[in-house]
């Protein structure tokens, strides 16, 4: 068994995503075919409470059975910014500042599974800040880089905002909260909240705006999508 997180679109509280902790079957193995099992216990796991049992869900992953989470996924989602267009995975790790070394902005330019495998990203010390475009982001709160790039993507692919719309929930099996702090699935059910609000456009306009809009009202509920 394992427990990994639902992001759920929240459209009228003061948070803006839901996040329900799960309980599945968990199906060992790199295979998409076991990750796709693991999938679909998650998945039958949520829609089988009843306060849930009509929301539709979307894995959004490369694992993905829908082609729509695949396209959605950070290694597929480009992004483009001045002269500049490659995948938000990369844009993410060709950022990073570490204390020995940093941004790798080569990596930019490589496959994200290229990036991935790149012994610097592990062997430069602690992380420190995020640069591009030769300005410089904070660590925290700790999911704002990441959730910038990608919904500046996303809304970049009018035609991906149109088709998840019908959606309210999503996931990510790769996605380990243990492990990890930065997660597609939701940044995806962030930006649906706030375009759902009318506000998405103003909040990622520029960096600036963006920073704001989260420090503007700390110790509220939404800040819990940062702690």
Not at 97 to 104: A, D, L, M, T, W
């Amino acid at each position: 068994m394992a427990i990994r997180p639902v992001f759920i679109v929240n459209k009228k509280n003061i948070s803006y995503v839901k996040e329900i902790n799960i309980d599945f079957k968990w199906y060992p193995g790199f295979s998409k075919k076991q990750k796709r099992k693991s999938i679909k216990s998650l998945h039958c796991n949520f829609l089988s409470e009843t306060k849930y049992k009509d929301d539709k869900i979307l894995e959004i992953s490369t694992k993905s059975e829908n082609m729509l989470g695949v396209q959605l996924s950070a290694f597929n989602l480009e992004l483009k910014m001045s002269d500049q267009k490659a995948p938000v995975e990369c844009f993410f790790q060709s950022s990073k500042v570490f204390e020995e070394g940093g941004p790798y902005k080569e990596l930019l330019y490589k496959s994200p599974y290229e990036v991935k495998k790149d012994n610097r990203l592990r062997n430069s010390g602690s992380l420190v800040s995020f640069e591009l475009n030769n300005e410089n982001w904070p660590l925290k709160p700790e999911t704002l880089f990441y959730d910038w790039l990608y919904m500046n993507a996303l809304n970049q692919n009018k035609k991906l905002i149109k088709q998840v719309m019908k959606f309210e929930a999503f996931t990510d099996i790769e996605f380990n909260p243990k492990k990890s702090i930065n997660c597609q699935a939701r940044s995806l059910a962030l930006y649906l909240s706030l375009k759902s609000r009318g506000i998405v456009e103003d909040i990622i306009r520029d960096k600036d705006e963006f920073i704001e809009f989260f420090k503007k009202d700390k110790g509220k509920k939404q800040m819990q999508l940062f702690n």
